[in-house]
């Protein structure tokens, strides 16, 4: 076993593997860019080398600086987590000939792997299933538009060189075919370094199931079942389980000798994913075709941790070291179920924009452990993966995710039930994420009655996004009795700094001026003669009353108000409260009516940048004439294109910026005259 080990990585799975690796008596060493001089994976690792500016090109990427670290602190092996160096096989080869171990497959295995099209071809030859489409060297614009048609639409256009849902675009119709190639090759080239895609038949009603598999340096192959992965937005994943819901053990056996057989054909080391669409025919029954391989551990790889009891990051390091896998096929078992969400920081009332900001208030669900606890599998709990703490920021250089909320129970109604508890438990201010709508996801009609499909989200659209289970009258009840409770523990010995609303004739009524939801409303406050608060909201009014609790952060009280009590948890930044119960989570801004009445009630013709990021594209020009959601710009944050839209029909006045522009988050981006 190797004595110490780089890890090439960031963020929560430079974390994860850094925790197996101290459990295992291996120092660790971080790289880390100007941005993450002081994030977690460092403060996790034994020792910690700069690498670069925060950029990824400018650090992660930089894979020589991350060979000279190995070398200058005395590692034996480098671990690349997954994204960044994962999968070149430039990196791979370089470690070797540094006489570094790099943990993961051999550099001729991610090459087959790497270009799409390339493996295609492999896998066909090694009588693996294959979805009907085009996996050709030429990229004429043409041709490839003469394949899709071919093929009959929609067809899925892919980045050949691509994975993580990135170069990649749904098309319906022919019309749409040639733009949305345009887009999809600038993705790719920005991302992957190369614009060559793949044209394939768009399945219907497809489900997204993958199958874990980990070879050795002996010839030993096996696969650890599969995970469900077709909750998905923009092709990235939302929620993971495993094992599939309505897995046969028949179909079960069938996909994973075919991903042994992939493996094989590529002689495979290490641990590595199989990925399947599975297409679900009106009559009954599914049927499987192979998407592509990620050669390196993934994103949800805890889902088969849960199920098996098996911790995957150590199977890496001893299969590395030389050793052969720990259990054999048949050793192998499935015990109750798993599902993984993912945290991001996200608008998804916003089409998922992305979010930037601090984490000024990040609380986590307690945890359990998923080790094998006896003989009859693992225990049931709760998991998470981060690699932020309270006080981070989550930046625009990096992915969205904040961390990996992992449940585990002996049914799927069971882990469910947990997952839904534990999200309700994860408290988040300080920048939007999509942990409301991850609720939504699983309280749905679809996923609770595991009817799968990557179209999952936009059928259940009408109770996924802006749904707010706390309602106003909670939310006002909320911001009301914290201003209270904060007023009283400012009270000083005297009577008269006493805020209790005494008075010796008539009765003290005060007035609280809010939004909610984009729309001014007020409330006021009675206090009367026997002590109790009488709150008055639209032409309802009640009696409110709240119990403080103990708390460590924020205000934690138990709330009645119009028959409803709840176990209310807020905190207000600047005008903002925070309110969080387990109907849910939701903002009320407390106004000072004041401080607010010269402001504007809009921005007129100014169109803003909705996130920081890079101008890659205008769609207009000074004096064209627009419509009301057309597409006017395309700028690039986190990874990801994203469109931005006209709010209103108008007239173009002025464009601000040029493509390549960095932009903030609220910059003018152009200006439309209204029509």
């Known amino acids: 076993m190797f004595n110490k080990i780089l890890i090439a990585n960031r963020g929560e799975i430079a974390c994860r593997v850094a925790a197996t690796a101290r459990r295992m008596g291996v120092r660790t060493v971080a790289v880390y860019s100007d941005a993450d001089a002081s994030a977690k994976h460092v403060a996790a690792c034994d020792e910690a080398v700069h690498i670069g500016g925060s950029a990824p090109k400018d650090s992660y990427l930089q894979w020589q600086r991350i060979l000279d670290a190995a070398k200058a602190t005395g590692a034996q092996a480098i671990h690349p987590g997954y994204g960044f160096l994962s999968e070149n096989e430039a990196f791979a080869s370089a470690c070797a000939e540094a006489g570094l171990v790099f943990i993961g497959p051999p550099a001729s295995a991610i090459q087959a792997m790497g270009l799409k099209a390339e493996s295609k071809r492999l896998m066909e030859s090694a009588g693996v299933p294959l979805v009907p489409g085009y996996h050709g060297a030429d990229q004429d614009p043409h041709m490839l538009q003469h394949e899709a048609d071919r093929i009959g639409y929609p ?60 070879g050795d340096t002996h010839g030993n192959c096996v696969y650890l079942f599969e995970r469900d992965c077709s909750v998905q937005r923009r092709h990235q994943k939302v929620l993971e389980e495993a094992p599939a819901p309505g897995m046969t053990p028949e179909l079960r056996a069938q996909m994973g000798l075919a991903a042994v057989a992939a493996a094989r054909a590529v002689n495979y080391v290490g641990a590595g994913t199989v990925e399947f669409i599975v297409e679900q025919p009106p009559e009954g029954g599914m049927r499987f075709y192979f998407m592509e391989m990620n050669t390196r551990l993934q994103v949800e790889h805890p889902v088969t941790e849960a199920i098996t009891g098996l911790d995957l990051v150590e199977w890496q390091l001893r299969v590395a070291s030389g050793e052969p896998l720990p259990l054999k096929q048949e050793d192998l078992h499935i015990h109750g179920h798993a599902i993984e969400a993912r945290i991001c920081a996200e608008t998804p009332d916003n089409q998922f924009l992305p979010a930037t900001g601090r984490l000024d208030v990040y609380r986590k669900p307690a945890c359990t452990s998923f080790e094998r606890a006896d003989g009859n599998g693992p225990t049931a709990g709760v998991r998470v993966d981060d690699g932020v703490r309270e006080g981070d920021a989550i930046s625009p250089f990096y992915d969205s995710m904040v961390a990996k909320l992992i449940v585990h129970g002996r049914t799927r109604a069971e882990a469910l039930a947990r997952l839904d508890a534990a999200l309700a438990q994860t408290r988040i201010v300080g920048l939007s994420t999509n942990v409301q709508f991850l609720r939504h996801v699983v309280a749905s009609p679809s996923f609770a009655q595991a009817n799968l499909d990557t179209a999952l989200i936009p059928r259940e659209a009408g109770v996924l996004f802006h749904q707010d289970k706390v309602g106003l009258n909670l939310a006002v009840a909320s911001a009301v009795a914290q201003t209270l409770l904060a007023e009283r523990a400012s009270e000083g010995q005297d009577p008269f700094s006493r805020r209790d609303g005494w008075r010796p004739h008539g009765l003290t009524v005060r007035r609280f001026d809010f939004e909610y939801q984009g729309t001014a409303l007020q409330a006021s406050l009675t206090y009367l003669h026997d002590g109790a608060l009488q709150l008055a909201l639209g032409g309802v009014s009640g009696l409110l009353a709240f119990d403080a609790l103990p708390a460590q952060n924020g205000t934690l009280m138990d709330l009645r108000f119009l028959g409803q009590r709840q176990t209310v948890q807020t905190w207000q930044r600047e005008e903002v409260v925070h309110v969080f119960c387990d109907l849910g989570a939701t903002q009320i801004i407390e106004l000072d009516a004041l401080a607010h009445a010269g402001e504007a009630a809009h921005d007129g013709g100014r169109l803003t940048a909705p996130m920081p990021g890079k101008v890659v594209s205008f769609a207009v020009k000074a004096g064209d004439a627009v419509k009301k959601g057309q597409p006017l710009a395309v700028m690039e944050a986190m990874k990801m294109e994203h469109t931005i839209a006209a709010p209103a029909d108008g007239t173009v006045a002025e464009l601000l910026y040029a493509p390549g522009d960095q932009v903030a988050e609220g910059a003018e981006l152009l200006k439309i005259q209204a029509a």
């Open 155 to 214: 067809v899925l256009i892919k980045a050949s060189a691509g994975g993580g849902g990135k170069g990649m675009r749904a098309v319906d119709k022919a019309e749409d075919f040639a733009a949305a190639l345009a887009s999809c090759q600038r993705e790719a080239r920005n991302s992957f370094g190369s614009d060559a895609v793949l044209v394939e038949k768009y399945a219907q009603r497809p489900r997204h199931i993958e199958i874990q598999v980990f």
